[in-house]
């Protein structure tokens, strides 16, 4: 069965410290992989998807970046967190071939101070 | 503008009671309607998903509807139980892009 994995959980960084949060896939291939953040009162809002290695699509301009080094890997990186980057982090995964159901990993808590 | 609005934002029922969540979308063109579980602290899961031809569908206690002619979607959770606490998300698919609504949160007391 499919499993995804994200972390850390919570995350506590200072303003300007870098960010990176991991996320892995495990029993699929050639996933569609999403990361999205969620404020608040707010819908979730897609902030980076990719269909395959080292393609990355941006929905929205941030001061984040997103990689796939491994077809099952996806990364959420910062060189400088501002305090606006606070928030629940999710990673998703769909399958790529019919892009149905949409799997979520446990989310990553991050506060920046 | 794709767009998902929910209501009510929050709301609390009694233990073993039944209650209403409403969705409105004005996605176009419309592809399918999910609703998902959010409890606090963790990813959502998927409850339902329903195409344009489905008018209800069920997940255990779960029942959500569609009218694709009012853009309207419900879910009804029967016989509640403590562990029916959490937020739940309408989720419209269009062009393959998802729109998320801001989710109702229900809380559910003894």
């Known amino acids: 069965s499919q499993t995804i994995h994200q972390w850390p959980a919570t995350l506590v960084q200072p303003v300007g410290s870098p960010l990176s949060l991991e996320c892995t896939v495990e029993?699929?291939?050639?996933?569609?992989l999403y990361w999205y953040r969620q404020a608040a009162g707010r819908g979730l809002q897609l902030l980076f998807y990719?269909?395959?290695?080292?393609?990355i699509s941006s929905e929205v301009p941030q001061n984040l970046s997103a990689s796939r080094p491994q077809d099952r890997q996806f990364i959420l990186s910062s060189k400088k967190l501002l305090l606006s980057d606070s928030g629940f982090y999710l990673c998703?995964?769909?399958?790529?071939?019919?892009?149905?159901?949409?799997?979520f990993g446990s989310g990553t808590q991050l506060s920046v101070l | 503008k794709n767009q998902v609005e929910q209501s009510p934002q929050s709301l609390i029922i009694l233990e073993g009671k039944n209650c209403t969540l409403q969705?409105?979308?004005?996605?176009?063109?419309?592809?399918?309607l999910r609703w998902y579980k959010q409890d606090t602290g963790r990813g959502p899961v998927s409850l339902t998903i329903?195409?344009?031809?489905?008018n209800t569908k069920s997940n255990g206690r779960y029942t959500a509807t569609l009218d694709a002619d009012t853009k309207q979607s419900s879910l009804h959770i029967t016989a509640s139980q403590l562990s029916d606490s959490a937020s739940y998300i309408c989720?419209?698919?269009?062009?393959?892009?998802?729109?998320f609504g801001a989710g109702t949160t229900v809380t559910v007391r003894a």
């Open positions: 329903m195409t344009f031809s489905e």
């Open positions: 990719s269909v395959g290695i080292g393609q």
């Open positions: 029993g699929t291939s050639n996933p569609n």
């Open positions: 989720v419209a698919l269009s062009d393959y892009k998802l729109s």
């Open positions: 998703a995964w769909s399958d790529g071939n019919s892009n149905e159901k949409l799997f």
């Open positions: 969705c409105n979308y004005t996605v176009s063109p419309f592809s399918n």
